[in-house]
DNA sequence: TCCTTCGTCGCATACGTATGCTTGTCAAGG
DNA sequence: CCTTGACAAGCATACGTATGCGACGAAGGA
């Protein structure tokens, strides 16, 4: 049906492999010949398949991109610019939204249709990065990690972040202090609530098991997390999520409980996803340079898919605390009530 | 390096198309045999190559889905229901996020690497669908359509929903109306306009010139529509927005200038993204069924993809008014002021 | 005994491109 | 006049899988 280089070649009065290297203008073809192919070529309307090419090449300048459910505000933030990165150096993304790395399946990343890989979602435990090193498939972590080190990995400082988010809790003053965390399961929500935890034993102060609430890194989980740790007495007067869109869904609830923020409820989320900084929102936040961390980690994909060889880079960027308008010193009086 | 179905056929001692059919589970193969041939290929954890297994079906199994940014809150609802139902259909999905269907680069489209194309920011007189269709490559309108009607298209009636907003603005009393429109380019942009004028013409009303803002769908448009249009004197007491994302943006620049909404300021959106049933912005909109929406059009592919023959098929489906809370009668006295 | 039928498998080839090697031509230099 | 080299283009083949067709053997019936 489409035309073929044996049909431009055909029409050419050339033979095939002329036709590919006049086209993609190797040297050792005359002017005159070339013009000819791209004459035949554009008469024909000749697209070369992408398909003969990587079987002929083996390289398929596409990467697979794992990652979670895009409603999920956060991943966006990953993908957009993991797309454009990708785009500028020749290669397309495949997306993978497979909530999590394992239910991938295993054969669609190894099946000689990708170049490479970008893990977003990998938990602790998951054989799947094990198994694409030993076949030689080159991937990066990025945000998240779990136990393979041996393995090219772009992550936040979230133990420090952390720190400075009980730092500033502490500092203003909060005793009673909860916190809504993530699956344990996920390298960012353990050592988010391990930098807390430790944050809050240099003030004195201590994280209560009651006064957490756990569960998975999503609106939903943030608002029911405000509920259950609202119903405590005392109930907290300052609440860290472990991330931006469990602090917004949190922050929402409160919104619609007729809780003040930051009058009666601090609230402190982790990303600085750009829903944060909207003024309904104004969550005061950790900052992750987003745009860095995509742009090392795709980095450091590309040289490895160019030199399988190298040796293994784990780059870890520090955050910044932000401080907008969801944080206050606790009320004067006893914790909030709620109606 | 990676095996291949000849290194399992020497391992189980037979041809390779008998490996190629014992591991699809073709018939014709004695039980004995596909055993072996099985045993073989988890020995040497042979994954079959896409690639060769496209060049010989002509088949790939990967759809194109051409969106715009995804950090615009509105395109990850497109996305990401597309991906779940080519996914649940064995389809895989390459994106190809490049703000306007123009700028895809076409070849890339028709290489042969996709079965079938999604298109979502197509623009009015882009000359891509025709060239699709010469070639024979099968593709369908999502959201967005442009002149092409020898095509596959599921839309929204946006000019029904934005009649249905000049009925609410106009019920409510308001007399000062204003708008924030989307791009004539885009046939959202252009419907919901023409709706809207011809809805609050049939209130004996007139949507004036100067009073409104015209942008790319995004919030920073939203933004600096609401500042332009509150500059006016009078100011309108009621804003239409062409879409979710610029009312949240107008609607966020207002908090920040201090306008209330909805006291001094009505502004209702299009599309219901999810964003603009939170709490904090509980905003009035008109609502899509985009899952629907979504459904439609990845079916609609699916079949075409199965039979490039079938008449094509146009799906208009029906909004409907959400009334939230950014809706109210105009203040009694005039119009707003801005602090 | 011979022919038919069926089940099983291999042979050959197609899919479209890239690339190493060889051939052929022509001009320059000895 | 022969040799050498550069340049241009073709030949052969590789990449990995799927599939039409033919071959072969066993089983069954006439």
Request: proline share 6%; net charge neutral.
């Amino acid at each position: 049906m489409a035309a073929t280089s044996h049909d431009v070649a055909r029409l050419a009065g050339v033979s095939q492999p002329t036709v590919s290297r006049a086209l993609r203008g190797e040297p050792g073809v005359a002017l005159e010949t070339r013009q000819r192919v791209e004459d035949a070529a554009r008469t024909l309307g000749y697209v070369a398949s992408q398909l003969g090419r990587s079987l002929a090449t083996l390289r398929t300048r596409r990467i697979g991109i794992v990652a979670a459910e895009l409603t999920n505000p956060f991943y966006p933030h990953l993908v957009e610019p993991l797309h454009d990165h990708f785009e500028r150096a020749g290669y397309r993304s495949v997306l993978y939204a497979e909530r999590e790395d394992s239910r991938v399946a295993f054969a669609e990343l190894v099946d000689g249709s990708l170049d490479g890989i970008v893990l977003t979602t990998t938990l602790m435990g998951s054989p799947l990065p094990k198994a694409l090193l030993q076949r030689g498939m080159p991937f990066v972590f990025l945000n998240r990690e779990n136990e393979e080190r041996a393995a090219d990995a772009v992550v936040m400082d979230n133990d420090y972040g952390a720190v400075l988010v009980a730092d500033l809790i502490a500092g203003l003053g909060h005793r009673h202090v909860g916190a809504v965390l993530g699956p344990l399961s996920t390298s960012t929500g353990s050592q988010r609530e391990t930098g807390f935890r430790r944050g809050l034993a240099g003030h004195g102060l201590e994280l209560l098991e009651k006064a957490t609430a756990r569960g998975p890194f999503a609106f939903a989980a943030g608002r029911a997390g405000l509920r259950s740790l609202l119903a405590l007495t005392p109930a907290p007067t300052a609440l860290f999520c472990a991330n931006d869109v469990l602090a917004l869904g949190a922050l929402d609830e409160a919104t619609r409980l007729g809780v003040r923020v930051p009058e009666d409820l601090t609230i402190v989320g982790f990303d600085d996803i750009s829903m944060s900084s909207m003024a309904r929102f104004n969550l005061t936040t950790v900052h992750c340079d987003l745009a860095r961390l995509v742009a090392d980690a795709a980095d450091l994909l590309l040289k490895r898919i160019a030199d399988p060889g190298r040796p293994h880079n784990r780059i870890v960027q520090q955050p910044e605390l932000i401080l907008r308008g969801s944080h206050a010193p606790p009320a004067a009086g006893p914790g909030p009530g709620h109606s």
